[in-house]
């Protein structure tokens, strides 16, 4: 009982720490917590930051910005294209993880198209890789994505078996290279969620009232 006490004011003490979080606009993903408890500590994941706690203390002992420092806030009258940028970044930051640990003690995070391997004690990245398809067409990166579920995922050895958006991965997690990657079939691809317009839609165009009234 003691253990979950402990989890729930770890909870609190990560939303303090993350305070200044992000906020977003449509399509930009949700702000998610991670949490896993190892015996090198506990590990929490929020909006692109990866934060190490002490259990007995719940104080933080080490962060890391996997994206760098988070970006400012453009201004009211910033241009489109600044404003485009900064949702980009806070969508990268915020795009689906997951976070688990192999049995050689590595910390693995996939977030979004990138996947890292990270030192539990020291919280240094010991390696990082794109799993974008390098033969897929390249995709602007400030353009707004469709929001893709957390991925599915099996560890098995050093392989990370990955169920993606529109893909099946197989991942070393050793040093982040993809060994194998297969297209899904089409019953097991994200069904698409349709736009409805309300008003003027219609025949007759009027406001979406019969007869147009």
């Known amino acids: 009982m003691r253990f979950f006490w402990l989890l729930a004011i770890a909870m609190l003490a990560t939303s303090?720490?993350?305070?200044q979080g992000f906020g977003?606009?449509?399509?930009s993903g949700a702000m998610t917590t991670l949490m896993l408890n190892t015996p090198k500590g506990l590990f929490t994941l929020r909006s692109g930051v990866l934060a190490k706690y002490d259990l007995a203390t719940l104080q933080p002992v080490k962060t890391l910005a996997l994206f760098g420092a988070a970006p400012e806030l453009p201004a009211g009258n910033a241009q489109r294209a600044d404003r485009d940028k900064y949702y980009a970044e806070i969508a990268k930051r915020n795009a689906p993880?997951?976070?688990?640990?192999?049995k050689d003690g590595g910390l693995i995070i996939v977030i979004g198209d990138g996947f890292a391997r990270i030192n539990q004690d020291t919280l240094k990245v010991d390696?990082?890789?794109s799993l974008v398809d390098p033969k897929a067409p390249p995709v602007d990166p400030n353009a707004p994505r469709a929001i893709e579920p957390v991925p599915g995922y099996l560890l098995v050895d050093t392989t990370l078996y990955l169920m993606r958006g529109?893909?099946?991965l197989a991942v070393n997690t050793t040093d982040g290279k993809v060994s194998t990657r297969s297209a899904l079939p089409k019953e097991l691809l994200p069904l698409?969620?349709?736009s409805f317009q309300r008003?003027?839609?219609g025949p007759g165009?009027?406001?979406?009232n019969p007869g147009g009234g």
């Open 166 to 168: 529109k893909e099946m």
């Open 127 to 129: 390696a990082s890789s």
């Open 199 to 201: 008003g003027g839609g």
């Open 16 to 19: 303090s720490l993350f305070a």
């Open 192 to 194: 698409p969620m349709p």
């Open 97 to 102: 993880a997951i976070m688990l640990t192999t």
């Open 24 to 27: 977003g606009r449509q399509g």
């Open 205 to 208: 165009g009027g406001g979406g």
